[in-house]
């Protein structure tokens, strides 16, 4: 299956690395994205390995946990969007 990150998941990606790299801690930002990579890049194989979005309730939006990491993405029968990486913590809006 065909994988795809949308630019506000890659600018997630950047201004995580950002964060950690204004913080002095530039080692801990790469590493989270690396392996946030790595996880997304196991869909490929298994895409439905994320749970459902529980403030949506729908099969087709899903996201892997990467604590303190939500990689929300959207899947379809042959292309997984990645929508966006954030904290655990927010919750997800869309817009209307």
Known sequence: MKIKISDSAFNDLQDMIDYYTSQGVVDV???FANNIIQQIQLLADHPDAGRIVPE??????????HSPFRV?????????????VWRSERLLMLPE
Not at 56 to 65: D, K, S, V
Not at 72 to 84: K, P
Request: overall charge positive.
């Open 29 to 31: 930002g790469s590493n």
């Open 56 to 65: 949506f309730n729908q099969p087709h939006l899903r996201e892997l946990i």
């Open 72 to 84: 929300v993405y959207l899947r379809e029968q042959n292309l997984i969007t990645v929508i966006r």
